[in-house]
Structures are given as C-alpha cells and as structure tokens.
C-alpha cells in the first residue's frame, strides 16, 4: 500500500476529513523510511487529487466532497454559515493545542454547543467552569475570551480571541483589562489583519500590553495544532 493509499484510508475511518493533527496522531508511519512524516503527509494532501483543502490544516477526501460540505453546512457558501465555522474551528484548534499539552481549557458558555468539527466545543474543553480565581468584575471579562488555557495552579496561563470579522479593538480591551495576570495573550486572524493589529497596538491605551499581545495568523496556527501532539512538552505558541 502507498503512501497516499494509507492516508486516504485513514481519513476515510475518520468521516473524510481529518485535520494534520489528527492524522499525524493516528497514522502509522513505520514504513515510511522519513524523518519527517509530517512534511510527507502535507505534500501528498497538496499534490494528489484524491484530497482538497477546507481551511488551513483541515483536509477532506475529494470523493466525500458533498457530504463533509453538508456536514459542515458549507456546501451552500453561506457566509454567515462559514464564518460561524471559521471561527469555532480555530477555536477548537486552540483548545486542543491546550489539551496536547496538559493545559486546563476553557470556552465561553455562549460558543458550547457551536461544533468544532464534529463535536460540540464544550466536550473539547477540559473544564466546564472557571474557579473564582480573582474579583468578580474580572471573572466577568475572563469568561467572554474566546479560549483561556489554565496551568497545573488552575491560574490563566493564555487567553486567545479568534478574529474573523470582529473588531480587534475589543479583544484588546480584555486583554488589557486582563494584564494583572502572568499570562499570554493572542489574536488569531487571518494573516491579511495583522496590520490592523499593529495599527491598534500602537495606540497609547494599549501601552502596557503592547509587548505581551502576540499576533498569529490561521496558517501558523494550525501549523502549530499540526505539530502540537507530537510536541505536547512545548509550551508556547
């Protein structure tokens, strides 16, 4: 069996998609004679018909086209529908980059039943609930951003706003409310947002959390959540 004949066989078990993450969790590469699988696996999906791309790092079986499109209520080109699923998949991404490595992980109640893929974003999330860990009216802000991963003390150690269509402003204003705390802040965009982001980083307000907020574009997100399981003792973005 080839290469890509152990992909598309692996993917088709998992419903016809699969994210590289996954797939570099369940593919048995003792035959592959390479050190890097995972570059092996990024170039059969990019260069064979037999796969197309649903977003970065999200890939499905090209003969299941219809029905992963459905399943994701994408066939349509909706783009209330698609934005709705950009922006739970990369929170979904964010949670599990948490998962892999060991971090408690948190969503807001109002994003619990919206879908990662095939499951609700809350049976992704390791913790239903935060503790009080600090005043209320800081709770207050903790519990609107998109994710928050909590350490091993059950204190934040990163908090993650997922901007599609947003204003990034907003997120800032969290964060910035948020900067007591001795953990990371970032915005997930599309790449085409970062110099919005700089625009708005730069502004005065935004002074004391101008060198703590880090900017990831999609692509390197996913890029990450691709290496993630096999890297679980890396702890920063």
């Not at 807001?108 to 809350?122: S, T």
């Not at 204190?155 to 997922?162: D, K, Q, R, S, W």
């Not at 599609?164 to 001795?182: C, P, Y």
Request: overall charge neutral; proline content about 3%.
């Amino acid at each position: 069996m080839t290469q890509t004949q152990q992909l598309i066989e692996v993917m088709r078990k998992l419903g016809g998609f699969a994210t590289f993450g996954k797939l570099n969790q369940m593919m048995d590469f003792s035959n592959w004679k390479t050190k890097t699988p995972e570059a092996s696996i990024r170039r059969i999906v990019q260069n064979s018909p037999a796969f197309f791309r649903i977003k970065p790092g999200l890939w499905a079986l090209k003969d299941c086209e219809d029905e992963v499109l459905m399943k994701f209520n994408l066939r349509d080109n909706c783009e209330e529908t698609e934005k709705e699923f950009t922006h739970s998949y990369y929170q979904g991404l964010a949670v599990e980059i948490g998962n892999f490595r060991h971090m408690g992980t948190y969503i807001p109640n109002q994003d619990k039943n919206k879908l990662f893929l095939d499951k609700p974003l809350n049976e992704v999330a390791t913790m239903k609930e935060i503790h009080q860990f600090t005043y209320p009216e800081v709770i207050k802000f903790a519990k609107s951003v998109d994710v928050i991963w909590f350490n091993e003390r059950r204190m934040p150690y990163a908090f993650f706003e997922i901007e599609h269509t947003t204003d990034i402003q907003n997120s800032l204003v969290k964060f910035h409310e948020l900067q007591d705390f001795h953990a990371e802040f970032y915005i997930i965009a599309d790449k085409y947002r970062h110099k919005k982001f700089i625009d708005l980083i730069n502004k005065s307000i935004f002074r004391s959390i101008k060198d703590r907020v880090k900017f990831k574009s999609y692509n390197a997100l996913s890029e990450i959540h691709s290496q993630a399981s096999r890297q679980a003792d890396s702890e920063t973005l």
